[in-house]
Nanobody
Framework: QVQLVESGGGLVQAGGSLRLSCAAS????????MGWYRQAPGQQRELVAD???????NYGDSVKGRFTISRDNAKNIVYLQMNSLEAQDTAVYYC????????????WGQGTQVTVSS
């Protein structure tokens, strides 16, 4: 079982930046695909970005060119650098860890709130 703890959320003005971190514990974290998802009130949870153990990245269309996902396999930490934030980015952001052959599910963090004021 992988334990995930997110940090770095908060309140920021539109156009600003935030960096989220997800600290993962477990013996096989470096082998897992790590991702960030978000859920706004009344909406379904959606993929923001994910990154494989080999550091191949994938982004949701709404964040391409603004957000960057990265990982430090030595520290078992995944980052989400968010630039040019928009009000529509307001949501609870969740960290996810899953085996690469699984396309849904896996382990989830408790979530961190990101609020962008316009």
């Amino acid at each position: 079982q992988v334990q995930l703890v997110e940090s770095g959320g908060g309140l920021v003005q539109a156009g600003g930046s935030l960096r989220l971190s997800c600290a993962a514990s477990g013996s096989i974290v470096s082998l897992l695909t790590m991702g960030w998802y978000r859920q706004a009130p009344g909406q379904q949870r959606e993929l923001v970005a994910d990154i494989t153990s080999g550091k191949t990245t994938n982004y949701g269309d709404s964040v391409k060119g603004r957000f960057t996902i990265s990982r430090d396999n030595a520290k078992n930490i995944v980052y989400l650098q968010m630039n040019s934030l928009e009000a529509q980015d307001t949501a609870v952001y969740y960290c996810n860890a899953r085996p690469p052959w699984v396309h849904s599910g896996g382990s989830w963090g408790q979530g961190t709130q990101v609020t962008v004021s316009s």
